[in-house]
Structures are given as C-alpha cells and as structure tokens.
C-alpha cells in the first residue's frame, strides 16, 4: 500500500518536538461508515497548534495552583504516543463510508473543506491523505468548498470563520444595532451597545469577527499595531481603528476616549452607557480599568487572562486563572460584566454559511509555505508579524 507523509509531535514543546513521519492511510473498505477519506492539497495554522505542542509539555498548564505543584514529576514529561499537526484543511474525497454514500452527504471526487478538533488524537490536517469521521459529536465540521475559492483560500477560513461566529453570536443580544444581513436576527436588549469593540482587530479570529460583524450592519472600534491600522479599516472595513502602539494613553483610556467622540458612548456625568468587547489578544486591561471596567456589559474572549502566544487559552484555562471563573460566575447570576471565554463550535451549516457568503478577495491570507517547510512558518507565526492566515501546500 502508498505511503503518506504527515506531521506530528510528542514531548519538549515547539520546536523540537515536530517531525515529519510516514504512514498508510486505511483502506477503503476498512472505512468506518461515517469516515471519509480526503487527498489534503492545503491546510492552515493557527497558534493553538503550537499552543498544543506546548501543552503536550507541560500536562500541569491546566492544573490550578496549589494542585500543579503536586504533580508528580513523571506525569508532566515525555509520552511516547504521536500527536498530528493542524485543524484546518481543504482538499478532494477519495473515499466514503457507507453511511456518507447512503446519505449522499459527500462522494469520492468531492472538493471539500474543514476543520478537526481531534488532531492530537490521531486526526490531525497537516498530512497527504486524512481520514475524518464525519458523525455528529465527533468534533468535525466538512463542507463542500465554493467553486469560486481555490483549496489554498477554503483551508484559510475554518478555524477563524467558526470562532468568529461563536464570538458574534455571544454578543448579539448585547448590539443595538441587531440586523443581520447573514440570516439570523439579533434579540436586542434594552441597555444595548452602540459599538462593538474588537480587541486585535489584525489577528485572523479579530478579522473575521470584524467582517461579520460589519455585515450584520453594526458599528465597529478595532485595536491593532500601526503597521495595521489601514488593513483593518480600508480591507476588513473597520469604522474606526485605534492604533495601540501610538495611544497616548492606555488602551482602555483610548476605547473610551474614542467612543465618546464617535458618539457610542455619553458624557461621563450620564452614566447609562454599554461597552461590548470582543478579545481577541488576551489579558485583563481592558477589565481591570477603572473608568472602561464598570462600563463594559459583555466580555467575550477567545484567549482568557494569559497573554503569552505560545501557551494554550480559551475556557480550558477557566481552572488556571480563579478571577476568570470568577467574573463568569458573577455575571451569570447578573453581578458585574457578562463574561465568557469561547471556543468554536464545529458547525457544518457555518461553514457553509461562510461559502456563501465570503468572497474570496475577504479571505485574508499572510502567506503560503511548502509542506516541508511547517517549523519555518510555525516559527513566523510565533513571532506575531502575521497578517492574516499562513497556509501550507501539498502538491
């Protein structure tokens, strides 16, 4: 039988811990019924993957201190067992298990797109051939790909488009501005938002998040580097943009400065005003100031507390960082902000949503890479001068 190349990683954290192996994907036959197979001509990286790796490192990351210090040593060191690299793919169906066939869901010849959550179960996308089990709870979103984008623009959008979508749909009862252009009202609340602030606008999550948003017809104040401020107001359509390395501020002086002047929030003797926050950075600047903090309603974060881009976010670290479960818990019974820190959910129907209606020109896409060079682009996308999605090829 062919062999395939993929890429995996064990123990000792990135970069040593990536290589390059060879396998032999199943045959047909031997398809579970809800398994498809799929020729991978591109996928995508996002710093989860390199988050991941870490974490394979060090098992303690998500063990709240004092617990952590009790662990036993041989239990945060090296696993033998492989994990395989990326989430995100587009690529052709060579193969169905006979309950996709019967469903005609998909069949061999099929371009197609998606995303995995399972890659550090033997799942991952960053490999020639994938086998995918397609069955509902599996953690596994497959659409068609449009005909209008090529696999190096589909295998951009998964992992963004889904967590952007959580993210808008965690703050739409929040937005005064509720229409939806995209197909699905907003409920609208009394003590709604003017604006909807976008922390990290130039990240890929912020893009998406803007772009949607924008298509739903709402008002949008985005952070991002100076390097960016013309990307994120002139590409993603961003109404205002605030350049954080040249504030004369700090960044939530900066929000609220700009928020008064563009008219989305009152005077400060007024009171009664709303800040709707989506966090695509991390960290609790924004929560902590002592003007911005009282004013924000909703708080939605895709990272949580921590700021380092190398180690893992989002509701897994709930446990690590006590304040977030505190302000979540607050919130939920009404006290303080509404807080949440998300993760995507691995929808079908989103992604055909984003088929139909992302062009590829909104499909932002930093650069391409070689499959033999993923430590090279790993590596870019570590240093954090990224705009956009790196995507590798295979030929």
Not at 236 to 263: K, N
Not at 333 to 345: F, S
């Amino acid at each position: 039988m062919t062999t395939s190349k993929k890429w995996t990683y064990s123990s000792g954290g990135f970069p040593q811990c990536l290589h390059q192996t060879t396998y032999t994907a199943p045959a047909p036959a031997a398809l579970k019924p809800t398994e498809i197979q799929v020729r991978t001509h591109a996928f995508a990286i996002n710093p989860v993957d390199v988050q991941a790796m870490n974490l394979r490192h060090d098992t303690t990351a998500l063990i709240p201190w004092p617990l952590s210090a009790f662990v036993p040593a041989g239990l945060n060191s090296s696993s033998q067992s492989e994990s395989e690299a990326c989430c995100d793919f587009s690529g052709t169906i060579l193969h169905v298990g006979s309950a996709v066939s019967s469903s005609n869901a998909f069949e061999p010849g099929d371009e197609v797109f998606g995303f995995t959550m399972a890659p550090s179960n033997g799942h991952g996308t960053a490999g020639e051939v994938l086998t995918l089990d397609t069955a509902p709870g599996s953690n596994v979103a497959v659409a068609k790909k449009p005909k209008s984008w090529d696999h190096t623009h589909a295998a951009a959008v998964p992992l963004v488009y889904l967590t952007a979508r959580v993210c808008i749909d965690s703050v739409q009862a929040y937005m005064g501005q509720d229409k939806d252009k995209r197909g699905s009202a907003g409920e609208g609340t009394g003590n709604a938002a003017k604006w909807l602030v976008v922390l990290g606008g130039s990240s890929s999550t912020g893009a998406s998040t803007i772009q949607i948003a924008k298509a739903r017809g709402w008002k949008v104040l985005a952070t991002c580097s100076g390097r960016n401020v013309d990307f994120v107001k002139q590409q993603l359509g961003a109404d205002d943009v605030i350049d954080y390395t040249a504030a004369q501020d700090s960044v939530p002086a900066e929000v609220l400065r700009r928020l008064r002047s563009l008219g989305g929030l009152a005077a400060p003797e007024s009171g009664g005003d709303a800040v709707v926050i989506v966090d695509c950075v991390g960290g609790t600047e924004c929560l902590d100031h002592a003007e911005l903090g009282p004013k924000i309603l909703r708080y939605v974060t895709i990272v949580g507390d921590k700021t380092d881009r190398t180690s893992m976010g989002g509701p897994a670290i709930y446990w690590k960082h006590p304040n977030m479960l505190r302000r979540w818990f607050w919130g939920k019974l009404g006290w303080g902000v509404h807080y949440d820190c998300v993760i995507l959910d691995a929808r079908k129907d989103w992604l055909e949503e984003a088929g139909r209606t992302l062009s590829k020109d909104e499909i932002v896409i930093d650069s391409i890479f070689k499959f033999d060079e993923l430590p090279k682009a790993l590596e870019k996308m570590v240093g954090g001068q990224v705009r956009g999605k790196l995507v590798g090829t295979i030929a």
